[in-house]
């Protein structure tokens, strides 16, 4: 059974098994050409809020020693950031754009507004936007349906001196107690094809 934190605003009970940190470990498992790449590696994902109604996410993730290596040093990946909302229009009871102050009501402030929002397969429809240090910001939408999420990309952005990176999809699931995710790329040249995926638990 998930406990709902303190103060969490309505419109994000439908994320709201996501919210905590997690930790395991994971398989990078990617095709360029001829070659693949294939490496475990470690991974801590955190899922927090602040009142408002999105959740902040971060993601570390490290790879682990080669098998037969003499030494037991981890060395640093990737790391990435964001934020998970349910998709629906900005109004004036939402702050922004910038530091503009909301002017209005606060918009689907309870269990019954946020009904409204299901969509027509009965989940709901959600926006995530991530951005990663090496210059791309990937704008995702997708849903939540339960304990199981889809995202694909509606929108890459990348910098002048960013690698080439056009395309993904992702899926996280809530299975006995663990967090489960897969991500597909489109990179390097590359179709959309199998990435990584992983398993973690909450450990706080």
Do not use: C
């Not at 981890?74 to 229009?89: D, F, S, V």
Request: proline letters at 7%; zero cysteines.
């Amino acid at each position: 059974m998930i406990e709902l934190p303190v103060g969490l605003p309505p419109e994000l009970v439908p994320l709201s098994w996501l919210i905590g940190v997690w930790e395991g470990s994971g398989v990078l498992d990617y095709s360029i050409g001829d070659d693949t790449v294939t490496r475990e590696f470690g991974h801590r994902l955190s899922f927090s809020h602040d009142g408002l109604p999105y959740l902040n996410y971060s993601s570390y993730t490290w790879l682990e020693p080669e098998e037969g290596s003499d030494s037991d040093e981890k060395t640093p990946l990737a790391t990435e950031t964001g934020y998970w909302r349910l998709h629906r229009p900005q109004g004036d009871g939402d702050p922004g754009p910038g530091l503009l102050p909301a002017l209005g009501a606060i918009p689907f402030n309870d269990a019954e507004a946020v009904e409204t929002l299901r969509n027509d397969s009965g989940g709901f429809d959600i926006e995530v936007t991530l951005v990663h240090p090496g210059g791309v910001a990937e704008l995702y939408l997708g849903q939540v349906a339960g304990p199981r999420i889809d995202l694909a990309t509606d929108a890459v952005v990348r910098s002048e001196t960013a690698k080439p990176y056009s395309a993904a999809t992702r899926l996280y699931g809530l299975v006995e107690n663990h967090l489960l995710w897969a991500w597909d790329i489109a990179a390097l040249g590359q179709t959309l094809r199998t990435h990584a995926s992983g398993r973690l638990a909450r450990v706080e």
